[in-house]
């Protein structure tokens, strides 16, 4: 497995053991960072929600929906790779959510960096770079017709962006 949880999970060992606690501090430190992880992949499930126009209502029930999951349950209270790997997967689809309301690049570089971070939290992340392709291609045809220089530069600006995202969690 790639190593962007194992260098996380080192960085919190390192705080814990360094505050002179046990290694049942770092086993609840661990799992305490998997939690919040958990649940701001529910945050940014509510966000994206929002974004696509759903109500507060509708929201907050996908974000319910989410938490209640036994896969998100499990996942958020054990410290693995499969949770970082659903962090990263979901905040690239917000970031390319928010790149097809606004066309802001910034969020479409975001989504391509969530790619990679999440291929360095699990190999089968990398298969998420088909996201932000997909809706700057085919979502976007026409700009891609009208100025496709401009549009080869982000799409190669995002493949750096992948493989330097790629780079920092390994």
Not at 6 to 28: N, P, Q, R, T
Not at 47 to 69: D, E, K, P, Q
Not at 121 to 134: C, I
């Amino acid at each position: 497995y790639p190593s962007l949880p194992k260098y996380l999970m080192f960085g919190i060992g390192k705080i814990v053991y360094a505050m002179g606690y046990s290694d049942f501090a770092f086993f609840i430190a661990a799992r305490s960072f998997s939690v919040l992880l958990g649940a701001l992949s529910g945050v940014l499930i509510y966000y994206s929600a929002r974004t696509i126009g759903a109500n507060t209502l509708t929201s907050a029930l996908a974000g319910l929906i989410y938490i209640s999951s036994g896969v998100a349950a499990a996942n958020s209270r054990f410290a693995h790779n499969d949770l970082y790997l659903q962090f990263f997967s979901i905040l690239c689809i917000y970031f390319a959510i928010k790149y097809q309301f606004t066309k802001s690049r910034l969020w479409i570089y975001g989504s391509f960096f969530a790619v990679g971070l999440a291929a360095s939290s699990k190999y089968t992340g990398g298969s998420l770079l088909l996201v932000p392709v997909f809706i700057l291609v085919i979502m976007n045809w026409n700009d891609l017709r009208k100025n496709w220089l401009q549009s080869f530069e982000i799409l190669l600006a995002g493949g750096v962006l992948c493989f330097g995202g790629y780079v920092l969690g390994t």
